[in-house]
């Protein structure tokens, strides 16, 4: 079973500034990874696939990055409707299933 | 423009059988391109896949749920169903409904979400 790991726990980060969020795969995963962000009491929306290429619709400051193990999703220039929780879910043990990480809240400074 | 709706009942008793619809409009179930999947959600928690089924009839269940899960998919109606049996308070979740995209024979992502259905489990 392929465990995910994502810090920080909760990333404090002023409006403008720039996100570096981590996810790490226990074992190698090649670029099977997927990044999501859930804002409260909504669903999840896809953000990126493959490590790196963003979903229709997703804004340019959202870039994902990583092969293997070791993940990233950077978000430059925070906006307001950026403050969520972020999951990292990994696809690469299909079938049978994937797995999600524990998730990354990026909270207002 | 596709949309899913969870339904189903909000409150299910311990022991008991929950079950719940995933309404698909915008998109017809009957595709090669995508699997429809079930995750959950507990109270203040993470995401867990839940399982996932091809309009075929091929289906995968998350392993930890110990074949407690089973799908269906209801093309005359464009819906698909999870069945969750002897539920626990531990199954007390916002289940959501998704469209998965592939890529070749693996599912990867889920690009589309239901809003999510609160189900509590207690007597």
């Known amino acids: 079973e392929i465990v995910m790991t994502q810090s920080p726990a909760t990333l404090s980060v002023s409006p403008g500034e720039v996100a570096t969020l981590s996810c790490r795969a226990s074992?190698?995963?090649?670029?099977?990874l997927a990044w999501y962000q859930q804002r409260p009491g909504q669903a999840p929306r896809l953000l990126v696939s493959?490590?790196?290429t963003r979903a229709t619709g997703v804004p340019a400051r959202f870039s994902g990055n990583g092969s293997g193990t070791d993940f990233t999703l950077t978000i430059s220039s925070l906006q307001s409707e950026d403050f969520a929780v972020y999951y990292c879910q990994q696809y690469d043990t299909w079938p049978p299933g994937f797995s999600f990480g524990p998730g990354t809240r990026v909270e207002i400074k | 423009q596709l949309q899913l709706q969870e339904s189903g009942p909000a409150l299910v008793k311990p022991s008991e059988t929950l079950s719940l619809t995933c309404s698909v409009s915008?998109?017809?179930?009957?595709?090669?391109?995508?699997?429809w999947g079930w995750l959950r959600q507990p109270p203040g928690r993470g995401l867990e896949w839940i399982g996932s089924?091809?309009?075929?009839?091929?289906?995968y269940y998350n392993r930890s749920l110990k074949s407690r899960a089973s799908m269906s998919v209801d093309t005359s109606k464009n819906q698909f169903s999870l069945k969750l049996t002897s539920v626990t308070a531990a199954d007390t979740a916002v289940y959501f409904c998704a469209r998965q995209s592939t890529s070749g024979v693996v599912v990867v992502a889920a690009d589309s979400w239901g809003q999510g259905t609160l189900v509590t489990v207690s007597s």
């Open positions: 074992q190698t995963i090649g670029t099977n």
């Open positions: 089924i091809h309009f075929s009839g091929s289906s």
């Open positions: 493959g490590a790196s």
């Open positions: 915008g998109d017809s179930v009957i595709t090669n391109s995508y699997y």
